[in-house]
């Protein structure tokens, strides 16, 4: 096909990259997807967006009669809630060298890391919305954040890995909320593939209810299912995404240290971590603090190295803390989440403007926002997993 100008060139480039992109998105689980809440007219929303939270009206609780007219309600006050509006994106420099010397075709491998990198940097910031903890329930509900499930502290225990029990606890919950179901009878759930391997396996074991394929309840494939769906268990369809990431966990209290030939000694009581886990120990003193390897334990003590000048074992006061990363799982109903966007993902085919036209940068960008809608719609449990 002829060209008429050379202004032509951008415009086809930029249109093989959106389809490049798009087709490399399509097979990786978006978490915005979630949003079943969109502000309809954002054309010009300035840099926050409030959103009417309407609140149900009391219940009847008296029966009509012949001789008397109902009494209308006034609709109750309505709760606001705010999207911030950010603009996020990325670029990759592009140059005619490497496009030539590469031992394949540069566009597709440019165009697929820009997906990634796409879905990576937005997903990340939906997650932090979903597990942000200072995000509390409404109407008088503790903040959604579970540590404690069932009486069992799932961070500090010989058995800290995600049950049945858990997920039955909390649907459970969020039936007792009137939260809708997500998707059908189904609430979804979101969970880390290392979290995932253990449900699974006490499924296979000593579950109440069978874990179930995909492919088992759906009949008309792919077109019935979330990317990323690994299958339906006590009422909720799960996905699994590496991007369900690790979180800072609550902090152990150190009531004592020590330190003998390189080895520190931190006394946590019932602090259970394991050997090989990472902590941040924090407040303790300049000798102990810093992130470190668990290389033994005990029920009450963990000990790490740690090259320094011998420590007698001495109480820390006031009380240092020692922390690790936990798993966060997300079960989400209707209306858990909102989206405001101003313009959607789009890819960015950026001018030459060196000389001998070498260079060109290919990047993407998006300006939109989110936020949880109803809080009680959104549960979130704290974790380990014993892989």
Known sequence: MALSSRSSVPNLIQTAYDKLVEFNLRSEPMFRKFADKRPADV???GGTIVVQLHNDIDRVTTTLNEVSDVDAVSMKNTNKVSITVDEWGNAIERTERLALESL???????????????????????YRKLVNPAVGRTNGITPADEVVVNGVDKTATATPTLTASDIRRAVAKLRGAKVQPRDGQFYIGMLHPDVSFDLRTEAAGSGANVWQMPHTYTEAGVGNMWTGEVGIYEGVKFIESPRVEQMAGAG?????????????????????????????????????????????????????AKTAPNVASAAVSPVGTASSLDHK?????????????????????????????????????FLGGWNVYRPEARYVLTVESSI
């Open 43 to 45: 054309t010009n929303p």
């Open 104 to 126: 394949s075709n540069i566009d597709p491998a440019i165009a697929d890391t820009l997906a990634y990198n796409q879905l990576d940097s937005l997903d990340y910031q939906v």
């Open 252 to 304: 152990r209290s150190v009531s004592n240290k020590a330190l003998t030939s390189n080895v520190a000694t931190l006394t946590s009581t019932g602090h259970g971590f394991e050997v090989g886990e990472t902590v941040t120990v924090a407040g303790v003193d300049a000798t102990f603090n810093g992130s470190f390897v668990i290389t033994a334990k005990t029920a009450d003590t963990f000990s790490y």
């Open 329 to 365: 799982v997300i079960l989400l109903g209707k209306q858990a989440l909102m989206e405001a966007v101003t313009y959607e993902p789009k890819t960015v085919i950026g001018p030459v403007v060196d000389k001998l036209a070498r260079y060109r940068s290919v990047g993407w960008k």
